[in-house]
Protein backbone atom coordinates (compact mmCIF):
# COMPACT_ATOMS: atom_id res chain seq x y z
CA UNK A 1 0.00 0.00 0.00
CA UNK A 2 1.25 3.67 -0.77
CA UNK A 3 2.10 5.68 1.98
CA UNK A 4 -1.02 7.82 3.56
CA UNK A 5 -0.14 11.38 4.80
CA UNK A 6 -2.93 13.15 7.24
CA UNK A 7 -3.29 16.54 6.92
CA UNK A 8 -5.34 18.75 9.79
CA UNK A 9 -8.65 19.11 8.23
CA UNK A 10 -11.03 22.25 8.83
CA UNK A 11 -13.47 21.44 11.17
CA UNK A 12 -17.13 21.44 9.42
CA UNK A 13 -20.50 22.66 11.73
CA UNK A 14 -23.58 21.94 12.29
CA UNK A 15 -25.97 22.31 8.82
CA UNK A 16 -28.73 24.75 9.44
CA UNK A 17 -30.03 23.83 5.60
CA UNK A 18 -31.22 20.82 3.88
CA UNK A 19 -29.63 20.44 0.47
CA UNK A 20 -31.89 19.01 -2.51
CA UNK A 21 -29.17 16.50 -3.38
CA UNK A 22 -29.45 14.69 0.41
CA UNK A 23 -33.22 14.25 0.49
CA UNK A 24 -35.20 12.75 3.34
CA UNK A 25 -39.01 12.63 4.01
CA UNK A 26 -41.57 10.36 5.65
CA UNK A 27 -44.22 9.35 2.97
CA UNK A 28 -42.52 6.36 1.82
CA UNK A 29 -38.60 4.98 0.60
CA UNK A 30 -38.45 4.90 -3.35
CA UNK A 31 -35.16 2.23 -4.65
CA UNK A 32 -33.59 1.92 -7.90
CA UNK A 33 -33.20 -1.47 -8.77
CA UNK A 34 -30.33 -1.49 -10.86
CA UNK A 35 -30.09 -5.54 -11.29
CA UNK A 36 -33.68 -6.14 -11.65
CA UNK A 37 -34.08 -2.54 -13.91
CA UNK A 38 -37.11 -2.02 -11.39
CA UNK A 39 -38.27 0.91 -9.42
CA UNK A 40 -39.81 0.20 -5.62
CA UNK A 41 -41.43 2.33 -3.16
CA UNK A 42 -41.51 0.57 0.19
CA UNK A 43 -43.65 1.69 3.19
CA UNK A 44 -41.26 3.62 5.57
CA UNK A 45 -42.63 2.30 8.82
CA UNK A 46 -43.28 -1.47 7.91
CA UNK A 47 -40.16 -1.51 4.89
CA UNK A 48 -43.04 -3.77 3.52
CA UNK A 49 -43.14 -3.06 -0.66
CA UNK A 50 -46.21 -1.79 -1.64
CA UNK A 51 -45.55 -0.67 -5.47
CA UNK A 52 -42.97 -1.17 -8.21
CA UNK A 53 -42.53 -0.52 -11.82
CA UNK A 54 -40.25 -2.38 -14.52
CA UNK A 55 -37.78 0.15 -16.25
CA UNK A 56 -35.30 -0.04 -19.58
CA UNK A 57 -32.08 -1.40 -18.49
CA UNK A 58 -30.58 -0.30 -16.10
CA UNK A 59 -31.02 2.56 -13.61
CA UNK A 60 -28.46 3.93 -11.88
CA UNK A 61 -29.00 7.22 -9.73
CA UNK A 62 -31.79 9.72 -8.77
CA UNK A 63 -32.45 13.02 -7.59
CA UNK A 64 -35.79 14.08 -6.33
CA UNK A 65 -37.67 17.19 -7.09
CA UNK A 66 -37.94 19.66 -4.42
CA UNK A 67 -41.31 19.47 -3.28
CA UNK A 68 -41.11 16.14 -3.40
CA UNK A 69 -43.73 14.96 -6.82
CA UNK A 70 -41.24 13.35 -8.73
CA UNK A 71 -37.51 11.53 -8.87
CA UNK A 72 -35.48 11.90 -12.02
CA UNK A 73 -33.79 8.60 -12.55
CA UNK A 74 -31.33 8.34 -15.22
CA UNK A 75 -31.35 5.05 -17.98
CA UNK A 76 -27.35 3.66 -17.99
CA UNK A 77 -28.04 0.64 -20.04
CA UNK A 78 -27.33 -2.97 -19.06
CA UNK A 79 -23.59 -2.97 -19.04
CA UNK A 80 -21.40 -1.12 -16.40
CA UNK A 81 -18.68 1.32 -16.36
CA UNK A 82 -16.65 0.99 -18.94
CA UNK A 83 -18.15 -1.90 -20.31
CA UNK A 84 -21.43 -0.55 -21.73
CA UNK A 85 -21.40 -1.51 -25.60
CA UNK A 86 -25.27 -0.64 -25.82
CA UNK A 87 -25.41 2.67 -23.84
CA UNK A 88 -29.10 4.22 -23.21
CA UNK A 89 -29.92 7.65 -23.34
CA UNK A 90 -32.75 8.87 -21.28
CA UNK A 91 -33.77 9.76 -17.81
CA UNK A 92 -37.13 9.10 -16.47
CA UNK A 93 -39.80 11.07 -15.10
CA UNK A 94 -41.10 9.53 -12.29
CA UNK A 95 -44.45 10.64 -10.07
CA UNK A 96 -43.86 9.61 -6.61
CA UNK A 97 -47.02 9.13 -5.29
CA UNK A 98 -49.05 7.75 -8.34
CA UNK A 99 -45.66 5.27 -8.83
CA UNK A 100 -45.41 5.72 -12.53
CA UNK A 101 -43.32 7.25 -15.33
CA UNK A 102 -44.81 9.88 -16.53
CA UNK A 103 -42.41 11.27 -18.87
CA UNK A 104 -39.18 10.88 -20.52
CA UNK A 105 -36.25 13.18 -21.17
CA UNK A 106 -33.96 11.98 -24.61
CA UNK A 107 -30.63 12.95 -24.05
CA UNK A 108 -29.37 11.98 -27.71
CA UNK A 109 -26.84 12.47 -29.13
CA UNK A 110 -25.34 11.52 -25.63
CA UNK A 111 -25.46 8.58 -23.82
CA UNK A 112 -24.47 6.68 -20.74
CA UNK A 113 -26.74 8.88 -18.49
CA UNK A 114 -25.37 7.77 -14.73
CA UNK A 115 -24.83 10.42 -11.60
CA UNK A 116 -27.25 12.97 -11.32
CA UNK A 117 -27.87 16.38 -9.28
CA UNK A 118 -30.47 19.19 -8.61
CA UNK A 119 -29.31 22.67 -8.95
CA UNK A 120 -32.37 25.30 -6.76
CA UNK A 121 -32.71 27.13 -10.15
CA UNK A 122 -34.43 23.65 -11.32
CA UNK A 123 -31.65 22.44 -13.53
CA UNK A 124 -30.92 18.84 -13.29
CA UNK A 125 -27.63 17.94 -13.94
CA UNK A 126 -26.73 14.41 -15.94
CA UNK A 127 -23.32 13.25 -16.43
CA UNK A 128 -23.21 10.65 -19.39
CA UNK A 129 -19.42 8.97 -19.41
CA UNK A 130 -18.91 7.53 -22.35
CA UNK A 131 -19.37 11.01 -23.86
CA UNK A 132 -17.61 12.92 -21.33
CA UNK A 133 -20.42 15.51 -21.06
CA UNK A 134 -22.80 16.54 -18.27
CA UNK A 135 -25.99 17.52 -19.63
CA UNK A 136 -28.13 20.02 -18.23
CA UNK A 137 -32.03 20.02 -18.74
CA UNK A 138 -34.44 22.62 -17.74
CA UNK A 139 -37.07 20.79 -15.27
CA UNK A 140 -40.03 22.86 -16.14
CA UNK A 141 -39.57 22.15 -19.74
CA UNK A 142 -37.90 18.60 -19.88
CA UNK A 143 -35.69 20.02 -22.16
CA UNK A 144 -31.99 20.06 -22.91
CA UNK A 145 -30.26 23.57 -22.16
CA UNK A 146 -26.59 22.92 -22.25
CA UNK A 147 -23.70 21.03 -22.23
CA UNK A 148 -20.62 20.92 -19.75
CA UNK A 149 -16.81 18.75 -21.12
CA UNK A 150 -15.65 17.37 -18.22
CA UNK A 151 -12.83 15.70 -20.34
CA UNK A 152 -12.68 12.24 -18.41
CA UNK A 153 -15.66 9.87 -18.31
CA UNK A 154 -17.62 11.77 -15.65
CA UNK A 155 -19.46 8.83 -13.51
CA UNK A 156 -20.08 10.76 -10.39
CA UNK A 157 -21.43 14.56 -9.99
CA UNK A 158 -21.03 16.88 -6.82
CA UNK A 159 -23.02 20.21 -6.76
CA UNK A 160 -22.18 22.94 -4.52
CA UNK A 161 -25.58 23.93 -2.90
CA UNK A 162 -25.31 27.84 -4.15
CA UNK A 163 -24.69 26.09 -7.98
CA UNK A 164 -21.27 28.06 -8.72
CA UNK A 165 -19.45 24.83 -9.07
CA UNK A 166 -19.61 21.20 -10.13
CA UNK A 167 -17.07 18.56 -9.22
CA UNK A 168 -16.52 15.49 -11.41
CA UNK A 169 -15.44 12.62 -10.48
CA UNK A 170 -13.67 10.63 -13.76
CA UNK A 171 -13.18 7.31 -12.67
CA UNK A 172 -10.56 5.61 -13.80
CA UNK A 173 -10.25 7.33 -17.19
CA UNK A 174 -8.63 10.52 -16.25
CA UNK A 175 -7.08 11.18 -12.44
CA UNK A 176 -8.86 14.19 -11.94
CA UNK A 177 -11.53 15.65 -10.57
CA UNK A 178 -12.89 18.05 -12.97
CA UNK A 179 -14.02 20.92 -11.24
CA UNK A 180 -16.23 23.19 -13.36
CA UNK A 181 -17.00 26.79 -12.43
CA UNK A 182 -21.05 26.86 -14.09
CA UNK A 183 -21.14 30.52 -14.70
CA UNK A 184 -18.40 30.14 -17.19
CA UNK A 185 -19.14 26.87 -17.87
CA UNK A 186 -15.17 25.91 -18.60
CA UNK A 187 -13.08 23.64 -16.38
CA UNK A 188 -11.32 25.65 -13.53
CA UNK A 189 -9.27 23.54 -11.85
CA UNK A 190 -8.46 19.44 -12.47
CA UNK A 191 -7.97 18.13 -8.91
CA UNK A 192 -5.38 15.15 -8.75
CA UNK A 193 -6.68 12.11 -7.98
CA UNK A 194 -3.63 9.49 -8.38
CA UNK A 195 -5.20 6.16 -8.39
CA UNK A 196 -8.84 7.89 -9.61
CA UNK A 197 -11.85 8.75 -8.11
CA UNK A 198 -15.30 6.70 -7.14
CA UNK A 199 -18.02 8.51 -5.38
CA UNK A 200 -18.21 12.23 -4.65
CA UNK A 201 -20.59 14.55 -2.90
CA UNK A 202 -20.82 18.22 -1.81
CA UNK A 203 -21.74 18.91 1.92
CA UNK A 204 -25.47 20.55 2.59
CA UNK A 205 -23.76 23.36 3.36
CA UNK A 206 -21.13 23.69 0.72
CA UNK A 207 -18.09 23.98 2.71
CA UNK A 208 -16.50 21.09 1.85
CA UNK A 209 -16.64 18.25 -1.11
CA UNK A 210 -15.80 14.84 -0.37
CA UNK A 211 -13.93 12.57 -2.99
CA UNK A 212 -13.39 8.60 -2.42
CA UNK A 213 -9.71 7.22 -3.83
CA UNK A 214 -10.61 4.27 -5.76
CA UNK A 215 -7.76 2.14 -4.13
CA UNK A 216 -6.36 3.75 -1.33
CA UNK A 217 -8.64 3.35 1.84
CA UNK A 218 -8.55 7.47 2.30
CA UNK A 219 -11.06 10.32 1.73
CA UNK A 220 -10.40 13.23 -0.13
CA UNK A 221 -11.80 16.32 1.61
CA UNK A 222 -11.63 19.68 -0.86
CA UNK A 223 -11.86 23.29 -0.18
CA UNK A 224 -14.49 24.53 -2.84
CA UNK A 225 -12.83 28.24 -1.71
CA UNK A 226 -9.77 27.19 -2.87
CA UNK A 227 -9.91 23.50 -4.43
CA UNK A 228 -6.95 22.78 -1.95
CA UNK A 229 -7.28 19.34 -0.53
CA UNK A 230 -6.61 17.24 2.60
CA UNK A 231 -6.85 13.70 2.56
CA UNK A 232 -7.99 11.30 5.92
CA UNK A 233 -7.42 7.74 6.22
CA UNK A 234 -10.33 5.44 6.83
CA UNK A 235 -10.51 3.51 9.97
CA UNK A 236 -10.81 -0.48 9.72
CA UNK A 237 -10.67 -0.59 5.96
CA UNK A 238 -7.80 -1.77 3.52
CA UNK A 239 -9.27 -0.68 0.64
CA UNK A 240 -10.60 1.93 -1.52
CA UNK A 241 -14.03 2.93 -0.43
CA UNK A 242 -16.79 3.61 -2.81
CA UNK A 243 -19.25 6.37 -2.50
CA UNK A 244 -19.75 9.00 0.33
CA UNK A 245 -23.40 10.26 1.52
CA UNK A 246 -23.70 13.24 3.67
CA UNK A 247 -27.07 12.96 6.17
CA UNK A 248 -29.56 15.51 4.99
CA UNK A 249 -28.46 18.14 8.47
CA UNK A 250 -25.19 17.79 7.40
CA UNK A 251 -23.97 16.32 10.78
CA UNK A 252 -22.89 12.69 9.65
CA UNK A 253 -20.72 11.48 6.45
CA UNK A 254 -21.14 8.00 5.77
CA UNK A 255 -18.78 5.73 3.63
CA UNK A 256 -18.94 2.45 2.64
CA UNK A 257 -16.78 -0.59 1.44
CA UNK A 258 -17.75 -3.54 -0.79
CA UNK A 259 -14.57 -5.23 -0.21
CA UNK A 260 -15.10 -5.53 3.58
CA UNK A 261 -18.68 -5.19 3.69
CA UNK A 262 -18.43 -2.24 6.35
CA UNK A 263 -19.54 1.21 6.66
CA UNK A 264 -17.71 4.07 8.70
CA UNK A 265 -19.34 6.91 9.79
CA UNK A 266 -17.64 10.19 10.85
CA UNK A 267 -19.19 13.25 12.41
CA UNK A 268 -18.15 16.59 10.17
CA UNK A 269 -17.54 18.72 12.91
CA UNK A 270 -14.18 16.78 13.61
CA UNK A 271 -13.48 14.88 10.41
CA UNK A 272 -10.02 14.26 12.20
CA UNK A 273 -12.22 12.48 15.23
CA UNK A 274 -13.42 9.26 15.91
CA UNK A 275 -14.85 7.34 13.42
CA UNK A 276 -17.55 4.63 14.37
CA UNK A 277 -18.11 1.49 12.01
CA UNK A 278 -20.88 -0.78 11.67
CA UNK A 279 -21.04 -3.75 8.96
CA UNK A 280 -23.41 -4.15 5.98
CA UNK A 281 -24.63 -7.21 3.85
CA UNK A 282 -23.02 -7.53 0.33
CA UNK A 283 -21.48 -5.12 -1.86
CA UNK A 284 -23.22 -1.99 -0.04
CA UNK A 285 -23.52 0.69 -2.69
CA UNK A 286 -26.54 3.31 -1.46
CA UNK A 287 -27.36 4.98 1.99
CA UNK A 288 -30.92 6.98 2.93
CA UNK A 289 -31.45 8.76 5.72
CA UNK A 290 -34.84 8.96 7.75
CA UNK A 291 -36.38 12.59 8.55
CA UNK A 292 -35.96 12.01 12.43
CA UNK A 293 -32.64 11.06 11.96
CA UNK A 294 -32.37 7.90 13.63
CA UNK A 295 -32.34 5.21 10.89
CA UNK A 296 -30.23 4.88 8.12
CA UNK A 297 -30.94 2.29 5.19
CA UNK A 298 -28.02 0.79 3.41
CA UNK A 299 -28.93 -0.60 -0.36
CA UNK A 300 -26.91 -4.39 -0.45
CA UNK A 301 -26.51 -4.76 -4.41
CA UNK A 302 -25.12 -7.81 -3.65
CA UNK A 303 -27.69 -9.78 -2.60
CA UNK A 304 -30.97 -7.77 -2.95
CA UNK A 305 -31.15 -6.95 0.65
CA UNK A 306 -31.67 -3.29 2.53
CA UNK A 307 -30.33 -3.07 6.10
CA UNK A 308 -32.00 -1.25 8.58
CA UNK A 309 -29.44 0.73 10.87
CA UNK A 310 -29.91 2.48 14.04
CA UNK A 311 -28.14 5.07 13.89
CA UNK A 312 -27.39 5.69 17.98
CA UNK A 313 -26.48 2.16 18.25
CA UNK A 314 -25.02 1.39 14.54
CA UNK A 315 -26.75 -1.89 14.76
CA UNK A 316 -28.52 -3.54 11.85
CA UNK A 317 -32.16 -3.84 13.66
CA UNK A 318 -34.24 -5.52 10.06
CA UNK A 319 -33.12 -6.82 7.17
CA UNK A 320 -35.29 -6.36 4.24
CA UNK A 321 -35.41 -8.26 0.86
CA UNK A 322 -35.76 -5.69 -1.67
CA UNK A 323 -35.37 -6.16 -5.45
CA UNK A 324 -32.65 -7.94 -7.54
CA UNK A 325 -30.10 -5.13 -6.31
CA UNK A 326 -30.83 -1.85 -5.03
CA UNK A 327 -27.89 0.68 -5.80
CA UNK A 328 -29.65 4.03 -4.59
CA UNK A 329 -32.86 4.61 -2.50
CA UNK A 330 -34.30 7.60 -0.75
CA UNK A 331 -36.47 8.39 1.60
CA UNK A 332 -39.26 11.23 0.81
Not at 204 to 229: H, L, N, W, Y
Amino acid sequence: MKRIFVFAVIAVGAYAAVSLNQPTGSKGIFMVDKVGAHLRWFDPVTFQEVASIETPKNPHDLVISADHKFAYVPIYGAGIYNRNPNPEHEVEIVDLDAHKIVGTIDLLPYHAPHGVQLGASGTLYVACDVDRTVVMIDTKTRKVKGTLGTEGTGHWIALLPDESKLYVANKADRLFVSVIDLKTQKIVQRIPMPSGTEGIAASPDGKIVVAMDRDEPVITVIDPKTDKVERIALKGQTKGAYKVYFSPDGKKMLTMSTAAKMANVLDTANLKGEQRTFATGKDPMGFAFSADGKTVLVANHGDGTVSVVDMATLQVTRTVQAGAGIETLSYY
